[in-house]
């Protein structure tokens, strides 16, 4: 099975324009609350939060042209949460990505 680095920079590779990144970074947490008011709220409002998140994702994968990560497999639904927060972190943080001479992204921390 491939480790969480693999799955992290796979879901990185698919999400390199700014406004997929800036509607995954609504998108996602949008999702979580649907979710959470599921347990809280009225379940018609919950739903269309829930709804809303799914729309920005969706939105953000035809502005950059692809295809959401979890066509690819589920665990992706689990990657994609997981790599907002790393992407919110380091925009926090102000540890921004730059190329390495591959070309591939490096967190200036890893440095």
């Known amino acids: 099975m491939p480790s ?3 799955y992290m ?6 999400h390199e324009s700014g406004w ?3 509607l995954h970074g609504v998108g996602i947490p949008t999702i ?3 979710l959470v008011l599921l347990l809280f709220a009225k379940w ?5 939060i829930f709804l809303s998140g ?3 994702l969706f939105l953000g994968h035809r502005i950059e ?3 959401p990560a979890f066509f690819q497999g589920p665990i992706y639904l689990l990657v994609g949460p997981i790599w907002v927060a790393k992407e919110a972190w380091m925009f926090l943080t102000g540890t921004h990505r730059r190329p390495t001479s591959e ?3 490096q967190s200036d921390a890893m440095k």
């Open 9 to 14: 920079t796979q879901y990185d590779h698919e």
């Open 54 to 56: 799914w729309v920005l």
């Open 103 to 105: 070309g591939t992204p």
């Open 65 to 67: 042209g692809n295809r």
């Open 20 to 22: 997929n990144k800036f």
């Open 32 to 34: 979580f609350a649907g």
């Open 44 to 48: 018609i409002l919950a739903a269309g």
């Open 4 to 6: 969480l680095a693999h």
